[in-house]
């Protein structure tokens, strides 16, 4: 993809550029924004530097592809500059190299940014440099980086979450610190699979109460578009907690798993805990062998636990879902 600059100048040893950023499908929020390169030459020896400009954060926590006291560009755009410099120049010249992102600072504010220690405007990520339609990479991206920077700071327990109220309610449950917090969203897959990579002491799996069935029925893309809840897969949890047979019909034919859910409390079956433990065995069947401490919690919207299991070693093997 070819992007047409909409500023452009040169003064003395330094020339700069602005592209207007241009995300296609993938949530993003620079979608629109205005971002600068600005390159100075450089005494000879000195090699490429990479500079912060105006609304580019730093990094201030280890763990993070590039070192704290660096600006906040990975290594793959930092690849690709050298690449473009080298190519413009004929070979590698010189250079301070200094990004900037308009009105950055206020962009950082929706993202992860401050929790993983990268402060004063957003980072540069980039993986490709090409977009991929609902890719969603930048966010597996972020979960990638939560759970090495929580490694690097040795924290024993990290909890990733499908929203604020569960991530909140799991938060003041066990008393964590933010940099325990992983906001996986819907892609609990990535961060179950960057485990089993980069294992953690303790993990906690929280979430609402129709994404947690999902996870309980073998999904690890809890996104709507994605798949819904099987309900008659849910009766059947229902029916093998103890569910009398109105009950199982009644919950097979709701229409959403809030509707299920009202039932099933209507007639005493617990089903948040039986959601809890079917999402805990997706779970340890995703993570093993890694002997990671896995629990899971389920809540409702208010904010209320309504489904839990204790911690379980997933030392596997462990059946699929």
Not at 212 to 229: F, N, Y
């Amino acid at each position: 993809m070819l992007f047409a600059l909409c500023h452009h100048g040169k003064e003395g040893d330094t020339a700069y550029a602005e592209v207007i950023k241009d995300a296609g499908d993938d949530p993003d929020v620079t979608h629109g924004a205005v971002i600068r390169a600005t390159v100075r030459v450089l005494p000879a020896g000195s090699g490429v530097v990479f500079r912060a400009g105006t609304g580019v954060g730093t990094v201030t926590r280890p763990g993070l592809p590039v070192p704290p006291g660096e600006a906040a560009i990975n290594p793959v755009p930092r690849a690709m500059i050298r690449q473009a410099l080298t190519e413009a120049h004929a070979s590698l010249p010189d250079a301070e190299v200094t990004i900037s992102v308009h009105n950055g600072a206020k962009l950082a504010e929706r993202t992860l940014n401050s929790r993983l220690g990268i402060v004063g405007g957003l980072s540069i990520l980039g993986t490709t440099g090409i977009v991929v339609p609902f890719s969603c990479a930048a966010w597996i991206d972020s979960i990638h980086r939560g759970i090495d920077v929580a490694r690097a700071e040795g924290l024993p327990h990290i909890a990733g979450s499908t929203g604020n109220v569960s991530e909140k309610a799991a938060q003041q449950y066990y008393g964590l610190p933010d940099t325990a917090l992983i906001e996986m969203g819907d892609f609990v897959g990535g961060l179950l699979k960057y485990v089993r990579s980069h294992p953690v002491a303790r993990l906690t799996i929280a979430g609402g109460i129709a994404k947690m069935t999902k996870l309980g029925q073998g999904r690890l893309d809890l996104h709507s578009k994605r798949g819904q809840a099987d309900m008659q897969a849910l009766a059947d949890l229902a029916c093998e907690g103890g569910a009398d047979t109105p009950t199982c019909s009644a919950i097979a034919s709701s229409q959403t798993v809030a509707e299920a859910f009202l039932c099933a409390s209507a007639n005493g079956v617990p089903l948040g805990n039986l959601i809890a433990h079917s999402a805990l065995r997706t779970a340890l069947h995703t993570l093993s062998p890694t002997p990671c401490r896995v629990d899971v919690m389920v809540f409702d919207r208010k904010g209320q636990c309504v489904g839990q299991t204790d911690a379980v070693t997933a030392a596997g093997p462990y059946p699929a879902p």
